[in-house]
C-alpha cells in the first residue's frame, strides 16, 4: 500500500532556531495535510494543502505541496517552547475509499528554551 | 464544545478480557475512523466507517470489531484481547477539511 516517509524522526533544537521536516511518497496524493500533537492528545489539523506548489502559512508555520504531488514540506519559524509536540504529515485522495488518509511516522520535536 | 469525544480514556484489560471503546462525534460528520498509535509506527487505521449502517476494515483489522450505532457513534470492540493490543486508540471523523480526531484511549493488555 502506499506509505510516506516522513524526516526527520526526531529533532532538538533551541529556541528561536527556524524548524523544516518533509514528507515523501513513492505515490502522488491531491492533498496533503499537516498535523501536530501534544502529550496525551489526539492530532491536530496545522495546514492543509489542496493544489500541487500550494505554499500556505498559518501564523509562524508554513507548508508547500510539492510540484510533483509526491511530497510536502512544513517550516516552523522562530522556534517557542510550545512547538513541542510530534508532527505528522498526511496524504489523502478524495474519491474512492474513504479510508485514504496515509499518515507519515512522525517527527518528534523538542526546543530548548 | 464540538468535536470527537472518546471513552475511557485509560483502561487496563486482562488478556482474554473483552472491552468496548466508545467514540461520539457531534459536527454531522459522515465518516469516522479508528486509529491505534504505537511507537515508532504513526497511526495505523483498525476500522472506517464511510456512512451510518457501512463498515470497512483499515490496514490493521485482526483481533477487532466495530459497530456504526447511528450518525454520530462509532464504536470499537476487542473480544479477546492480547497483549499486542497494548496501544493508544484514536477515534476521528471527517468532514470537508481534514480529520477530526478525539483525545484517546490509553489501553494495556496484561
Known amino acids: 500500500g502506499q506509505q510516506l516517509n516522513q524526516s526527520p524522526q526526531s529533532m532538538f533544537i533551541q529556541e528561536g532556531e527556524d524548524v523544516s521536516m518533509n514528507c515523501t511518497s513513492s505515490s502522488i496524493f491531491n492533498t496533503w495535510l499537516w498535523y501536530k500533537q501534544e502529550p496525551g492528545e489526539g492530532p491536530v489539523l496545522l495546514i492543509a494543502l489542496y493544489k500541487a506548489g500550494e505554499l500556505t502559512s498559518n501564523g509562524r508555520l508554513t507548508a508547500q505541496f510539492g510540484i510533483t504531488r509526491k511530497d510536502s514540506f512544513l517550516n516552523i519559524s522562530a522556534s517557542i517552547p510550545s512547538d513541542v509536540g510530534i508532527y505528522f504529515c498526511?496524504?489523502?485522495?478524495?474519491?474512492?475509499?474513504?479510508?485514504?488518509?496515509?499518515f507519515g511516522k512522525g517527527t518528534k520535536l523538542s526546543v530548548k528554551p | 464544545n464540538a468535536g470527537v469525544t472518546q471513552t475511557p480514556k485509560f483502561q487496563v484489560l486482562k488478556t482474554g478480557q473483552s472491552m468496548t471503546l466508545q467514540c461520539a462525534q457531534d459536527m454531522n460528520h459522515n465518516s469516522m475512523y479508528w486509529y491505534r498509535q504505537d511507537p515508532g509506527m504513526g497511526l495505523r487505521l483498525i476500522y472506517y466507517s464511510a456512512s451510518e449502517g457501512t463498515t470497512d476494515k483499515g490496514e490493521v483489522p485482526n483481533g477487532y470489531n466495530v459497530s456504526r450505532l447511528n450518525k454520530r457513534e462509532f464504536s470499537l470492540r476487542l473480544e479477546s484481547a492480547a497483549p499486542s493490543q497494548t496501544s493508544v486508540y484514536f477515534c476521528a471523523s471527517s468532514g470537508t477539511v481534514g480529520y477530526t480526531f478525539g483525545s484517546g484511549t490509553r489501553l494495556t493488555v496484561v
Open positions: 498526511a496524504g489523502f485522495n478524495y474519491g474512492g475509499s474513504q479510508g485514504n488518509l496515509i
